[in-house]
């Protein structure tokens, strides 16, 4: 399965704590570098979610900008089948999935269907593991099993 990455997004504590849209960013084994998250909890440094949970959102008549669920990587294949150990390619980079993402009180503030509804939908989190450390919009995106 191949797709490719949407959007890229970090979090900065020295902006505000505003989630900017990017066109690249570096990641190593502590996270995303110049994320407000960096080195804070490895099992959850970079947050990938799928265009599949905007459609899903939709077809329930629920509107919701990109970026909204938190994610740092916006791919258009659907992961959320992959198991913890699993990996995703992106571009030159290997990362492992670690876990499922959990829902946030965030959610119910955009609409309070959407915790339900995205309950297994909302994104997974990965950790680095080889290869570049540079992840850019537009990079292939391959689904590797383990």
Known sequence: ?????????????????????????????????????????????????????????????????????GENILIDINPYLLSQGDRIKIGNTILEITQNCTLCKGLSKINSKLPKLLKNDRGIFAKYIEGSSEIVLGSTVQIVKS
């Open 1 to 69: 399965m191949t797709g490719s990455v949407k959007q890229l997004y970090i979090t900065r504590d020295d902006v505000d704590k505003t989630r900017q849209n990017v066109s690249k960013f570096f990641v190593d084994s502590h996270g995303i570098q110049n994320d407000k998250f960096y080195a804070k909890d490895p099992m959850r440094a970079i947050l990938i979610s799928a265009t599949d949970s905007y459609a899903l959102a939709q077809e329930n008549e629920i509107s919701i900008e990109d970026g909204s669920l």
